[in-house]
């Protein structure tokens, strides 16, 4: 079952339980997959892959909106954002923990023959590929950074 499949069986399901917060958020994964669907040269189709791109995206601005939201000291926003969170990242692969991302980036930095910081730019090019979805960016730099200079 492709993940589209999966947000259209959601629906139903979240309808059928009245569970408000997953329905909405829910809807908003499908409008959002509709509209990379219709764009201009986009095809009818759109892979799994496609759409854990758009689930993170919406993931990370939910998180980054609860922040502000904290911040703001506005509780209600804040936790109905990390509720969404929550239903969004029941849809994304398992994040690597910070052992498993070290692991993987000092993999990555021997094969790559890299010694100095200088460097960073060719680690950070290999790892976002080979950890798309796996881990966030701004880990992935944070923890080269730190192998790279250490």
Do not use: H, W
Request: aromatic share 2%.
């Amino acid at each position: 079952m492709t993940i589209e499949e999966q947000v259209s069986d959601g629906i139903k399901t979240a309808m059928k339980s009245r569970d408000k917060v997953r329905l909405e958020t829910m809807r908003n994964i499908k409008k959002v997959i509709l509209e990379a669907k219709t764009k201009p040269g986009a095809s009818d189709e759109i892979n799994d892959a496609e759409c854990i791109k758009i689930i993170q995206k919406l993931a990370k601005q939910g998180r980054d909106s609860s922040e502000i939201y904290k911040e703001q000291g506005r509780e209600e926003l804040y936790e109905l954002e990390i509720a969404q969170v929550a239903v969004l990242e029941e849809f994304l692969p398992k994040q690597l923990s910070e052992v498993e991302l070290t692991e993987a980036l000092k993999e990555i930095i021997v094969s790559l023959g890299v010694v100095s910081p200088q460097d960073m730019g060719k680690v950070m090019g290999a790892a976002t590929k080979q950890l798309a979805g796996l881990a966030d960016g701004k880990a992935i730099s944070a923890k080269v950074r730190e192998l790279l200079t250490a």
